[in-house]
């Protein structure tokens, strides 16, 4: 049987940085030999999740699917990358307990820009669109978001470059010994 791999989960506002810094990791991570799978949010809601709405109950069914395959990927040893908004802590909390059941670790990464830096950077044109009104359900704007209270990473996007937070992340990685040190 395989070694599990892990599960990085990023959660936060939308643009504030989850899918640059996954796609950067995972550069990373394949050159260092790891097996690695992304799953990003924008995509998997156009193709595994498209009959997936914003209420409530669609958010938890949508990350609920999607920690049915992250959890199956974890157990069979992919270091697999996660970036959705995910704006509740009882999903995430699901998240964490299903690849935990797998002996794969969760790691939670907190992304963090506040509202007014992701609006600034509007990389999608949402932001506009939600504070007009023409968007509902925005979350951070017209649907809440709730912060991770004890992520096991950070990435604060407003002081950090990307870099920095790979640093970050890779840093906490080894120490854990979830991949092997560079060295
Ligand atoms: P999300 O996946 O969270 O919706 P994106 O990664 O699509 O966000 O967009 C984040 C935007 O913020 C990108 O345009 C990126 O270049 C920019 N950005 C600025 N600084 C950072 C940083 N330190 N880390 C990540 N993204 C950053």
């Known amino acids: 049987m395989n070694d599990p791999g892990f599960v990085l989960w990023f959660t936060g506002l ?17 050159e260092r030999d790891l097996r690695v799978q992304r799953l990003d949010g924008d995509i ?14 669609d958010r ?25 908004i995910s ?9 964490r307990k299903e690849a ?12 963090n820009a506040s509202v007014e830096e992701c609006a600034r950077r509007d990389v999608k044109g949402l932001y506009e669109k939600a504070f007009a009104g023409i968007i509902k359900d925005f979350t951070g704007v017209s649907h ?14 407003e002081d950090e470059t990307v870099e920095e937070s790979i640093k970050i ?13 560079s060295s």
């Open 14 to 30: 939308s643009g504030s940085g989850k899918t640059t810094i996954a796609v950067e990791l995972e550069k990373v991570l394949l």
């Open 44 to 57: 998997v809601r156009k193709t595994f999740t498209r009959d997936l709405g914003f209420s409530v109950d």
């Open 60 to 84: 938890n069914l949508n990350i609920e699917r999607i920690t049915f395959v992250t959890t199956l990927l974890a157990k069979h040893g992919v270091a697999t990358l996660v970036s959705f």
């Open 87 to 95: 704006p509740f802590i009882a999903a995430r909390e699901t998240a």
């Open 100 to 111: 935990n059941g797998e002996n794969a670790p969760f790691i939670e990464v907190f992304v």
């Open 144 to 157: 809440p978001y709730e912060a991770p209270p004890n992520p096991q990473i950070i990435c604060n996007t």
């Open 169 to 181: 992340i890779i840093a906490y990685l080894e120490k854990e010994k979830l991949i092997p040190n």
